[in-house]
């Protein structure tokens, strides 16, 4: 008969067993469904207040300052938030996916094989 002896190696593994099942679990009670209300105040990394609003099945949000939209079409597809930022200083359009963490709204931004987090706050 095979006995195997608790070695640090074998409390390495149930350690990282542990860690991987806990990742999953908070994984799962944080994903985020079709039924989030992105409405409501958020104040951008670049300072300007962007109001967001449900427009038919996705969101928009505004500039207040500047009356510009700078956010369109946010919404939930295949699994995930994604839209449409708009750089105010030129119109320039960015394909986005939006991620809520806590308080904050994460926006990751690719371009080619760059990508950029612009981080909103809910006020």
Known sequence: MI???K???YNCLRNLFMVMFLFISFSYATAQDADYDFSGNWKSNQGPIVLISKSGDSFKGENVEHNKVVL???KYTDGKWTGVLIKPQDGSRYD???VV???KLEFT???GLFSKTITWIKQ
């Open 3 to 5: 006995t195997l002896k």
């Open 101 to 103: 963490n806590g308080n």
């Open 7 to 9: 070695t640090g190696s």
């Open 109 to 111: 931004v690719r371009k």
């Open 96 to 98: 986005c996916t939006a």
């Open 72 to 74: 369109e079409d946010l």
